[in-house]
């Protein structure tokens, strides 16, 4: 890799996290208050628009990792042991987060706080 795709892929870098470090007080203040509405509110705060922050949210975190997250969680699932899985905040959010993925491959997702 050259100077240049270095020095480019630190800067997408440097500005994805910013663009995330807008809406990590929000959501934790929303997670720490258990608000529904306010953890949905900075999930769409950080996945819309044209930012590369919101772009990489679409691209990477719904279109690619949650679809395999949900993937891994169904062998863990069949493999007819007691289990746990942690994930991240923001991969239970949304149309296309787990629990979403989950209830159409079959599963019954229920809500516990």
Not at 30 to 36: F, N, R, Y
Not at 67 to 90: H, S, T
Not at 99 to 112: A, M, N, S, T
């Amino acid at each position: 890799m050259d100077f240049f795709c270095i020095l480019l892929s630190g800067a997408l870098l440097t500005w994805l996290l910013l663009g995330l470090a807008l809406v990590v007080p929000v959501l934790l203040e929303a997670w720490s208050a258990a608000d529904g509405a306010g953890i949905n509110a900075a999930w769409r705060s950080a996945t819309s628009g044209d930012s590369v922050s919101a772009a990489f949210m679409q691209r990477v975190l719904l279109g690619k990792r949650n679809p395999e997250m949900a993937a891994n969680i169904e062998r863990i699932m069949q493999q007819d042991k007691v289990a746990f899985v942690g994930v991240g905040l923001l991969h239970l959010v949304g149309e296309d987060g787990l629990p979403q993925l989950l209830k159409r491959r079959g599963y019954q997702v229920e809500q516990l706080y």
